[in-house]
């Protein structure tokens, strides 16, 4: 009779341990260092309009400096930053950015679900260790004049 409470018997030791063997050129999905998630530093929020255009304030702690921070950045510094990261890693995954409304990007519905979808794609960004490493986020991060 097989021993059910030996997974070695069983041979799911093995199987588990080939299963988690990070391959060449493979990258991990960062969950956290010590049950951390390294997305709940950074926050997309509070969208203010202005004569002619939107600031979104980003807002977080910094990986680098553990510092915390919060900047203001326009709908095109996301784009910016997400046109930087395709040409550095081409095919790589890269988040998407919400799509740029023509008419009525002003409108109250639009702000909060553009705002809502920059916070979902900064936070996806995070995840990725390439990205969230990346000198592109350090500048997108750091206070400007």
Known sequence: MVNSSSPDILGTNVVTEKLSKKQPGEFQIKRGFLNEDFTAHFAVSDPVLHEDHVEYSVCGI????????????????????????????????????????????????VLKER????????????????????????????PSN
């Open 62 to 109: 910094d990986m680098q400096t553990n510092e915390r921070f919060q900047v203001s950045r326009r709908y095109r510094d996301f784009v910016a930053l997400r046109a930087a990261w395709s040409s550095r890693w081409p095919g790589m995954y890269i988040p998407p950015v919400p799509k740029k409304y023509i008419v009525g990007n002003t409108s109250i519905q």
């Open 115 to 142: 705002s809502f979808l920059l916070n979902i794609f900064l936070k996806q960004s995070t995840r990725c260790p390439y990205l969230l490493e990346s000198l592109e986020l350090m500048v997108f991060i750091s």
